[in-house]
């Protein structure tokens, strides 16, 4: 874990690295960029560049950090990518409640397999207050199908938004349900532009709606420059964090220990090619089922 300039979270968590582009607004990612300058660069972190791999090592991180944090899972990779395979996920995800003072934040551009999941396999995890289940927004076509598959995850507790890059106006929308938005522009020296006009019709629905409003940044190719003030100053609101307390150094090495014989299951996995895991999605998820009671007959 490490701790991270991203306005909205305190440190970022990546048990999964890499992943593969499904929108327009993946056209600059920060992750990939970032990645790539390490390819070939031998014991480093992304020395496979950007190719996509769980990272077991990383999975009980969040169970070692023992204040309160907003952690932001996976800020370089997608947790619903499809070639993950569904027990990993399961495995992130009961981590994430067993940190239960921690505050995860989700965010997915594959809201479709998200839904699927936590209306499925991942419904406690979905309930858990201290979860957060977000899905990143850019535009009209693609963005909001996306809001409308985190709506129909109907267990879901604490729904958000990030609306980043945003890249048009996005109109009227339906915030019933969510508990937070969060808008940016985009950063970095090919940014694509964003109109306070837009931004504006945000908040002015999020102001009508009750929802939490946070606003990141306007972006554009020095965002020091241009910061993150809107109508002369600034917008942190955002969904209610863990509402529960941390616990004694004894106690998460115990939650830790529970989840060593998941760590050295997936060790030695970590090439999702040669696991065949490219696999149709009902068949990726009887692979992962299969794997996970294997796994737990093996403890
Ligand atoms: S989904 Fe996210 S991490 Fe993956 S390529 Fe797109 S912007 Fe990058």
Not at 11 to 27: A, F, L, M, Y
Not at 43 to 62: N, T
Not at 98 to 116: E, G, P, Y
Request: aromatic share 10%; net charge positive.
């Amino acid at each position: 874990m490490q701790d991270s300039t991203i306005e909205w979270t305190d440190k970022t968590w990546n048990p999964v690295r890499g992943c593969d582009e499904i929108g327009p607004g993946c056209k600059n990612c920060y992750a990939k960029t970032f990645a790539e300058r390490w390819r070939g660069v031998p014991g480093h972190a992304y020395e496979q560049g950007f190719d996509l791999r769980i990272a077991p090592d990383k999975l009980v991180e969040p169970l070692r950090w023992k204040n309160r944090q907003r952690i932001f899972v996976n800020s370089m990779s997608d947790l619903f990518h499809k070639d993950i395979p569904l027990a990993y996920i399961q495995d992130i995800a009961q981590v994430m409640q067993a940190a239960q003072w921690h505050t995860l934040q989700v965010l997915t551009k594959r809201s479709s397999r998200m839904r699927t999941l936590l209306n499925g396999s991942l419904q406690g995890a979905a309930e858990a207050p201290n979860i957060w289940w977000g899905v990143s927004v850019e535009d009209r076509k693609h963005g909001l199908q996306r809001l409308q598959h985190l709506r129909e995850a109907t267990h879901a507790r604490v729904r958000w938004l990030s609306i980043e890059p945003l890249l048009e106006d996005l109109g009227e929308i339906d915030l019933e349900g969510i508990s937070g938005v969060v808008v940016g522009g985009e950063s970095g020296p090919r940014a694509r532009p964003m109109q306070e006009e837009w931004v504006q019709n945000i908040l002015r629905q999020c102001e009508e709606q009750h929802v939490p409003f946070f606003f990141k940044q306007w972006g554009g190719k020095n965002k020091k420059k241009t910061g993150r003030r809107l109508n002369g100053k600034l917008y942190n609101e955002q969904p209610p964090t863990s509402p529960f307390t941390p616990i004694s150094y004894k106690d998460r090495q115990d939650l830790i220990k529970q989840f060593i014989p998941r760590i050295e299951y997936w060790k030695g996995r970590t090439d999702l090619e040669d696991l065949v895991f490219r696999k149709p999605e009902e068949k990726l998820q009887e692979l992962g089922t299969e794997r996970l009671s294997a796994a737990s007959r093996d403890k």
